[in-house]
């Protein structure tokens, strides 16, 4: 790709080269593919209130064990949330920023009061 060709009016994204552009967007793409499935961003909401473990995360889901443990999995493989053990008990919270200030976007459009909501 022909990186040497972008406009310096252009802003955000579009100011970058073509091939940086391309090297971020696969980036971005598996970030968002992570946080693309409902039951790993109510895990993240819940998260983003603090530390939870397993079995409180199961409660306030209304899920099985083994599904939120599935979703934990995959978040963790991605970077996003991080485990601590306390005993038997295994206590997650967010490692990513980047996933908090998802999070947080994620609240101000979609549930916040400010939110349009039908």
Do not use: W
């Amino acid at each position: 790709m022909d990186s040497g060709n972008h406009d310096p009016n252009l802003q955000g994204c579009a100011a970058l080269p073509a091939d940086e552009m391309a090297a971020r967007a696969a980036e971005a793409a598996l970030f968002l593919k992570a946080l693309g499935h409902e039951g790993r961003l109510m895990i993240l909401c819940h998260l983003s209130g603090g530390e939870r473990s397993v079995t409180e995360l199961e409660a306030l889901l209304g899920a099985r064990q083994a599904a939120v443990s599935q979703q934990l999995a995959r978040l963790r493989a991605e970077g996003l949330v991080s485990a601590r053990r306390d005993g038997k008990v295994i206590h997650y919270s967010i490692r990513d920023p980047k996933a908090a200030a998802i999070m947080a976007l994620v609240y101000d459009l979609f549930c916040g009061p400010e939110s349009a909501r039908p």
